[in-house]
Every structure is written in C-alpha cells, then in structure tokens.
C-alpha cells in the first residue's frame, strides 16, 4: 500500500513502464502498481476522507442536486460581477446539464449579466482553424444553444465578454489578463484523467523516458493539442453515437498557466464522462500531493482551491462484473 502520509505537493518519482492503452504515449497505465491498487480500493467513504486544505471532495445524493449546484455555482460567480470588478466563469461541455438550468436561474432571478464574463474551456481544432459553430461538435455552439441563447436578451452578456478558444489564441489569453476575475473554472473528468483537454503528451523527443515534470507541464498556456487515442474514443461515445470518424484529432485548450488564474476549480463527476477507477484514481493523488502529468488531473494537487463533485449513484464499484 502506498504510505498515505506523503507530504502534499510531492512528485511520483518510478521507473516508467509503457501504456498499455496506447504504447506511443503517456497516460495512467504507466503508473506504479501500488497507485493503482490503492485507488481501485477506495470505497465511497474513503473517497470523503480525502479531503484536505485546498481540496475538497463533496457528495450528492441525486442528479437534480448534483446538477443544480454545479448551476448555481455560475449564479454565485457573476452576482459578484460589477463593472469596476467584473467577475466570470470558465465552463465545460462535458458536463452540459446544467447549461439550461443556469439559463433559467438567470432568468428566474433577473439576474443582468451585462459586467459578467464566461471563458469557454476548448474548441476542436480541423488541423487549420477552430471548427465552426455549424459544426455538430462545436462546443461555442453547445454553450449558446444550451445556456446563452436561453437568457433573456436584456439579461445577456454582451457578446465581446464571451470568450471562446480561436485557433489563433492571442485573444482568449489577454482575456485572462485584461483585470476579469475568474471565480471558479468548472470541469468535467475524461477517461484519460484530463480537464479541459489537457491530455498526456507522446512518448517521443525529449519525453521518450519520462513525462514532463509537473513543472513543465504546468507552464503551458492555451494552445492545440493532439488528442490522445482514448479522448477521441470517448468524444465519439458520449457525443457522437460511436462515430469516432466525425470527431477531429485536435483541440484548443486552456492551459494550466489559466487554470492557476481561476480563484477555484470544480470538477464535476456524475459517473458518465470517467469510470469508476478513474473517479477514485484522481481524487487520491490530488489528496496526496501525488502530481505526475502522465494524469494531468493530479497537477492540481498545487492549485490552493479544488473541489470535486460526485454524484454519489455514479461511483459504481472497481469490482469485477462480467456484462
């Protein structure tokens, strides 16, 4: 078993294997056993123990719940919005149900958004330029079909404080930096234990024996990624009926130099985007200080405010079912 009084903020240090998933790259499967093991024991109990200072795990005992409280958090960032101290919001696509529930809580509430801004997280990449919003993968287009197109016209930001990825990503950077706080940047949990599209890198170059230390990697900003063979797999399978030809090989994404700019970061579990192992896996190495970028997700181990949420009937179990 691992020695669960590691200090916060330390580095797995171990001799690397290769991936069993996808050889030519990085991923989770290069871990120590012992890592694995252990997150693949922890019960749901064991999971709410893993709070600490800076880390937060909290359960929901329905969807509706699960699904309202990621919403509100949007409301609770921008009724702080001013325009002397303009607040906003860096969203996901995955999760998308609480899209139309934010639209409706603005609604209800009267809540105008003129001073508020909204990041969007990530835009698919068609090798030239960010794809665009006819197309059915468009992320810009999920967040206005779902969410901003549903507010009222006299409550709606305007359009210049919606900040979405280009595939030129001068703008959203110095969007970071243009003195708009962000009070909180959601997320949701990818099979390949990213946020955002933040995936493992390739095992070549200067990464062929290792990794990048959580130090490098931390120092990337927004930028197109290639997409690791599992993250394409599973944009196909939860947004695309299986048809893995339609979704494109890259991305832009925020970068950690962004994510360290957001006053806390939310990470939204309902059991659909990640499996059972993968929802215990982060959760034990973030509490641990256990940051290796073969798992990005446990990068933020150093962020000083993350919470992740879990829709408790999401969980299921690391036991083996035969279906």
């Known amino acids: 078993m691992l020695d669960m009084r590691t200090s916060p903020n330390q580095t ?18 290069t871990l120590d056993e012992d890592i694995i093991s252990d997150a693949a024991a922890l019960t749901p109990a064991d999971l ?61 509430l009267g809540l105008d958004l003129k001073c508020s801004h909204f990041w969007g997280m990530d835009e698919w990449f068609d090798g030239s330029r960010e794809v665009p919003v006819t197309h059915p993968l468009s992320f810009e287009r999920a967040d206005r079909e779902l969410c901003f197109d549903r507010i009222e016209p006299e409550l709606r930001m305007p359009d210049e404080n919606l900040h979405f990825p280009k595939g030129d990503v001068t703008e959203y950077c110095d969007s970071w930096d243009s003195g708009v706080r962000c009070a909180v940047m959601q997320g949701g949990q990818g099979d390949i234990k990213h946020w955002a599209f933040n995936d493992p890198v390739r095992r070549s170059g200067t990464w062929m024996d290792a990794p990048p230390s959580p130090e490098e990697y931390r120092k990337l900003k927004t930028r197109i990624v290639e997409l690791h063979p599992i993250t394409l797999a599973q944009n196909a399978r939860t947004s695309g009926g299986g048809n893995i030809t339609m979704v494109p090989q890259q991305a832009i994404t925020v970068g ?13 579990q309902a059991g659909t985007h990640d499996n059972p192992f993968g929802q215990r896996l982060t959760a034990l ?4 200080g256990l940051a290796d970028s073969a798992v990005p997700m446990s990068l933020l181990a150093d962020h000083p405010n993350v919470q992740f949420n879990y829709y408790r009937g999401g969980l299921g179990t690391c036991a083996v079912e035969m279906h």
């Open 12 to 29: 797995v240090s171990m001799a690397r294997k290769h991936s069993t998933i996808a050889p030519d790259w990085w991923d989770y499967t």
């Open 48 to 108: 709410l123990q893993l709070s600490r200072p800076g880390f937060t795990v909290k359960f929901y005992d329905t969807l509706e719940e699960f699904y309202l409280a990621e919403a509100l958090e949007y409301v609770e960032a921008w009724r702080q919005s001013t325009a002397d101290n303009p607040v906003g919001v860096c969203g996901p696509i995955g999760p998308t149900e609480q899209l139309p529930l934010v639209a409706r809580l603005v609604n209800t």
């Open 256 to 268: 950690p130099v962004e994510t360290w700019k957001a006053d806390k970061v939310s990470i939204w």
């Open 285 to 288: 190495m973030i509490s641990k």
